[in-house]
């Protein structure tokens, strides 16, 4: 065997080696939880006013025991009132496109697969510009980007019932469809729009960020994507029967149908709740859940918490680069595509097999 070949065969078994790693879902989650903690504490400490961590525990420890506890001048607003809201929505948004993302390619057993395979993020999209041509107010095009989210998949969903044939392809097909539709309604909406004010705020929501979030925002959308992610948590383990095909899981006893259903359902509503208050953020929830089969295999009882906590360690971190590393804060969905792209290309370039 030559020098080349040698070489060749070494990256070859170190690849396979870091593959492979197949942490218990504990160690991988204890690990994961640890980082998470820390990165929420260094997260309030950044910004262009600079907060020491030590300020930030007692900030957080004196509002959670009501102790009366000495701080600086405007450490209790920026903590509490500007940066709580953002970080607490940064982790539940990248959870959620994760979960969504993971439990998607296993029903679909497609690794391609992301969140808005159904239209989501075309129909959030037209209902956010829709809402800031009629109004430009927060609430209302939250309101209305989670009906068009939520009317996008719907649709899908009863285009796929009346499909002869494979139900699951036809959902997929149907979902394309109706995206394109729906994108361009989006379209339509930005031509019509106010080119000095309303098309930069159609387009800046379009490239997703997490500015606007406030208290309230959290307190209503973060109750269905909890919700959700519960549900599918607790339903896991029927994604590895689903993901072995439909007739195994029939033949398992498993009503396909109504399991499709439930995940259609629950994937939809924490991916609208997290895509009407942060606009759109791809590649979250198609690059994480490679990642965490890397780490845990493909066995979603495991798989699923390890990519809900990557994906909200992944999100914060790269929300926390978007508040620093320039002058003016740049969109999220820019960071998550130029750090996700070429890191999915890596995979595709090393020809990821056996997720499944």
Request: aromatic share 8%; with cysteine.
């Amino acid at each position: 065997m030559n020098t080349s070949s040698e070489c060749t065969l070494k990256k070859e078994k170190r690849w396979n080696a870091f593959r492979t790693l197949n942490l218990s879902g504990v160690s991988a989650s204890l690990i994961l939880a640890t980082v998470l903690a820390v990165l929420f504490i260094f997260s309030f400490a950044i910004g262009r006013y600079p907060v020491s961590p030590v300020d930030v525990i007692k900030t957080l420890w004196s509002v959670i025991f009501s102790l009366d506890i000495t701080l600086p001048p405007n450490v209790e607003n920026v903590v509490i009132n500007l940066r709580f809201p953002r970080i607490i929505a940064a982790m539940l948004v990248g959870a959620s496109l994760s979960v969504a993302g993971t439990s998607f390619q296993g029903l679909f057993r497609n690794p391609l697969v992301s969140p808005d395979i159904l239209g989501v993020a075309s129909g959030a999209g037209f209902g956010a510009a829709l809402g800031i041509i009629i109004s430009g107010h927060g609430f209302i095009i939250q309101v209305l980007s989670f009906t068009g989210a939520m009317m996008a998949v719907a649709l899908s969903y009863f285009i796929s019932r009346v499909v002869k044939g494979n139900q699951t392809l036809g959902l997929i097909l149907a979902g394309i469809a109706i995206g394109s539709l729906f994108n361009a309604f989006l379209s339509l909406m930005k031509y019509a729009a106010d080119t000095t004010d309303q098309l930069p705020t159609i387009t800046y929501w379009l490239m997703g960020s997490l500015n606007a979030v406030d208290r309230q925002d959290i307190l209503v959308t973060g109750l269905p994507m909890l919700a959700g992610i519960t549900i599918l948590m607790l339903m896991r383990w029927r994604l590895n029967v689903l993901a072995m095909g439909e007739e195994e899981a029939m033949a398992l006893g498993i009503n396909t149908d109504l399991l499709r259903g439930v995940v259609v359902v629950c994937c939809t509503v924490i991916t609208a709740s997290a895509v009407c208050i942060s606009g759109i953020i791809g590649w979250v929830g198609l690059v994480i859940p490679h990642i965490g089969r890397m780490v845990v295999g493909p066995c979603h009882r495991k798989l699923l918490p390890v990519s809900a906590l990557l994906g909200a360690t992944f999100l914060l971190f790269i929300d926390d680069l978007c508040r620093v590393i320039a002058r003016v804060e740049i969109p999220i969905g820019i960071l998550t595509a130029i750090i996700g792209v070429p890191f999915f290309l890596y995979l595709l370039a090393k020809g990821r097999r056996g997720w499944a």
